[in-house]
């Protein structure tokens, strides 16, 4: 097969390449390629050149059928919902409806009731966060308000338990997991009945990868006794009401003194902290977060936020 080389161009064709710098703005509609079928080149050598006139057809149709779409297609600017799903949550009302549920109907009625909600695309951290989360908030406030008695609430939250169990494997499967040797201690404030809320926070970390150990809250001195024992990444607090702040700040100071890890990371979490953020640097920790979605985020920040000597 010849080689065409830059010497091999005819003089003719050099002769138009020059010419044309002289020739005026309309002479580009009179600008011949070598290839053009209505070329003088082009008929003169044909006959001499078929493979060279079939490779530059296929090429043509190739680029014109196949690349050029696709490259418009690539680049073509798609609406909003193509690129990102919407997200699919409760409205009040069902979540009003799902309260009513908790109270008053079976199991069987709740299981049906959150499959409806799942079939329609509802993710499984929605169903925790705007769904059981937000169910556990409204009944605290119907027992503030006296609307439900103290044997009401304990049995919807060991409701919501089961359902926090039964949805986990899910949240599992919609997670991307990544292994790791970080661990977590949760600890609820001392005295604290329900703590619902810090269990679907050790969900979250579970899922993100993290090993969770959790405090009963029953001693004001737990979470110290058990930093001093074990290595622990990041402690997380959770606590109902400011009448555990004085608490805090003193726990706080002493999981720093005594932690088998001197750079243990401290979130904090609760109502509270939603309502007041500037509390977190006066009791001491290092960040909060605002569901239990968010708060291995925060954790993982306070671990990369480390310095080379602080590690184990």
């Known amino acids: 097969m010849t080689r065409t080389t830059p010497q091999a161009l005819s003089t003719e064709a050099q002769n ?17 390629l070598p290839f053009n079928n209505d070329s003088p080149t082009w008929i003169q050598k044909r006959l001499g050149r078929p493979e060279a006139e079939e490779r530059m057809n296929r090429l043509v149709k190739t680029l014109e059928a196949e690349v050029i779409p696709r490259l418009v297609e690539a680049h073509r600017v798609k609406p909003i919902s193509e690129v990102l799903p919407a997200v699919v949550r409760p409205t009040p009302a069902e979540v009003e409806e799902f309260v009513q549920l908790l109270l008053h109907r079976d199991d069987a009625s709740i299981t049906t009731f959150i499959a409806a909600l799942r079939s329609r695309g509802m993710s499984v951290d929605v169903v925790f966060l705007d769904l059981l ?77 993290w090993e969770v150990a959790s ?58 902290f939603a309502a007041n953020p500037e509390y977190v640097s006066i009791v001491g920790a290092d960040a909060t977060s605002k569901d239990g979605k968010q708060a291995p985020i925060e954790a993982a920040a306070l671990i990369s936020n480390r310095g080379p000597g602080d590690c184990q």
């Open 16 to 32: 138009t390449a020059t010419g044309s710098a002289e020739a005026d703005t309309d002479a580009w509609s009179e600008v011949r």
């Open 133 to 209: 989360a937000t169910a556990a908030n409204r009944f605290g406030v119907l027992w503030e308000d006296d609307s439900c008695d103290f044997t009401e609430v304990t049995i919807v939250l060991g409701r919501l338990q089961r359902l926090l169990q039964a949805l986990s494997p899910l949240l599992a499967a919609e997670s991307e997991v990544s292994a790791n040797a970080r661990r977590v201690l949760l600890v609820p404030s001392p005295g604290d009945q329900h703590t619902f809320g810090l269990s679907m926070v050790a969900e979250f970390f579970v899922h993100a990868g």
């Open 215 to 272: 405090g009963q809250g029953a001693c004001p001195d737990e979470a110290v006794d058990m930093v001093s024992r074990e290595w622990f990444d990041v402690i997380g607090f959770s606590v109902g009401s400011d009448a555990r702040l004085d608490w805090l700040t003193t726990c706080i100071a002493s999981v720093r003194q005594m932690s088998r890890n001197p750079a243990i990371g401290v979130l904090v979490g609760g109502p509270v």
